[in-house]
């Protein structure tokens, strides 16, 4: 064995180093990967808090119209619930932790939001 090594040293030695790189190359991937799902699930839970943000200002408005021309508004008045409910739901869950309803319906779970500059805005948003 000690022969067979020392016959095909100048193989066998940059086969392990490229073998033992390629492993931490698939093990820095994952790991930057599993950082990147995370983020981009709360990436999209904000662009949802903004799309139930002008949903509510939608409906705040028809509500307006209507009452100023002696319409019914009331499946407006119920849209609006739901989208303040589905905000503070996610807000709380960005601020706490814990399950929010995704825009497809399904309950996800958001991890609680640490950054100090997150922490500040969500405190203010929690006052309001």
Same mark, same amino acid.
């Given at each position: 064995m000690n022969t067979v090594f020392r016959q095909y040293r100048l193989v066998l030695l940059p086969l392990a180093l490229v073998l033992v790189l390629d492993l931490l *190359? &698939?093990?820095a991937n994952y790991h930057i990967s599993s950082e990147l799902e995370v983020s981009s699930v709360n990436i999209n839970?904000? @662009? #949802?808090q903004r799309m139930l943000s002008q949903r509510m200002t939608k409906s705040l408005a028809l509500i307006h119209y209507k009452v100023t021309q @002696? &319409?019914?508004f009331q499946s407006d008045r119920a849209e609006m619930i739901e989208s303040v409910r589905l905000f503070d739901e996610t807000l709380w869950a960005f601020y706490d932790g814990g399950k929010a309803?995704?825009? +497809? +319906?399904? %309950?996800? *779970? %958001?991890? #609680?939001l640490e950054s100090t500059e997150i922490r500040k805005i969500l405190d203010k948003a929690k006052k309001i």
């Amino acid at each position: 064995m000690n022969t067979v090594f020392r016959q095909y040293r100048l193989v066998l030695l940059p086969l392990a180093l490229v073998l033992v790189l390629d492993l931490l *190359l &698939l093990a820095a991937n994952y790991h930057i990967s599993s950082e990147l799902e995370v983020s981009s699930v709360n990436i999209n839970i904000a @662009g #949802r808090q903004r799309m139930l943000s002008q949903r509510m200002t939608k409906s705040l408005a028809l509500i307006h119209y209507k009452v100023t021309q @002696g &319409l019914a508004f009331q499946s407006d008045r119920a849209e609006m619930i739901e989208s303040v409910r589905l905000f503070d739901e996610t807000l709380w869950a960005f601020y706490d932790g814990g399950k929010a309803t995704s825009a +497809g +319906g399904k %309950v996800i *779970l %958001v991890a #609680r939001l640490e950054s100090t500059e997150i922490r500040k805005i969500l405190d203010k948003a929690k006052k309001i």
